[in-house]
């Protein structure tokens, strides 16, 4: 049996009918909702990287054939399998192209989350960052998604500027998963430099969607949060 079938088959050892179900409610797979369409097994995240671990030897051909699989949990294998071959310093650049090239399959916010970062991101810190803007403009809202995302890698190195510009890019922009996302990556550039956080938001806040306002402060002591949201537009309220 070859190694992608072991990984598929002890997947499907782990399934859980009734966490599925939940988990099917949680990720929006109802029609018109964001994950429209999706099916789980009912694995959870720790059960997953501990059964990807294993398999950073398959090849990136067979990742990517998982990555294009209609179930969740081996989308999110494949790029578990990619990040441990990124970080272990294997084919970066082949792996950041082949990321790119599939942000179809990278269609749920948990996706995003826990790989753009440590794929894209990590691709770019010593490189041009202009595919940011081009994703940031996206139609697709995940490859939004993904450029925010991307930017966390920068402010875990106290690196700003990036995030600024993108979260500036998506002022507007009127996709919830976007503006919660926006608002994250403030937030997490206030954790390290408040006064950078603070002056975009006395920029920005009466222009800002409430949802990433409210993500933004989230943190903020009671007193300032209120004056912020009393700042923001009323019009988003």
């Known amino acids: 049996m070859s190694e992608?079938?072991?990984l598929k088959k002890e997947l499907r050892s782990?399934?859980?009918p009734e966490k599925a179900k939940l988990l099917q409610g949680f990720f929006k797979t109802g029609r018109g909702e964001y994950g429209e369409g999706d099916i789980f097994l009912g694995v959870t995240v720790p059960e997953l990287r501990k059964i990807s671990g294993k398999y950073v030897g398959l090849n990136l051909t067979d990742v990517i054939k998982l990555l294009h699989s209609e179930i969740h949990e081996e989308r999110l294998a494949a790029l578990l399998v990619m990040i441990d071959k990124f970080q272990a310093g294997e084919e970066q650049e082949k792996i950041y192209n082949l990321y790119l090239q599939n942000t179809e399959y990278i269609n749920n916010w948990d996706l995003v989350d826990l790989s753009a970062h440590k794929i894209v991101g990590a691709h770019l810190s010593d490189k041009p960052k202009s595919i940011l803007i081009k994703l940031a403009r996206s139609r697709n809202f995940w490859e939004r998604r993904i450029a925010v995302i991307a930017t966390f890698y920068f402010i875990k190195n106290n690196e700003f500027s990036e995030a600024v510009k993108i979260a500036e890019m998506l002022l507007s922009d009127g996709h919830d998963l976007i503006q919660k996302a926006v608002g994250w990556m403030l937030r997490e550039v206030g954790k390290?430099?408040?006064?950078?956080?603070?002056?975009?938001l006395k920029e920005y806040c009466k222009k800002m969607p409430r949802?990433?306002?409210r993500y933004a402060i989230e943190k903020f002591p009671e007193r300032k949060r209120k004056r912020y949201l009393k700042k923001g537009a009323t019009s988003l309220l």
């Open 14 to 16: 782990m399934a859980n």
């Open 211 to 213: 949802t990433m306002l």
């Open 192 to 200: 390290r430099d408040l006064k950078i956080e603070e002056k975009f």
């Open 4 to 6: 992608l079938l072991e």
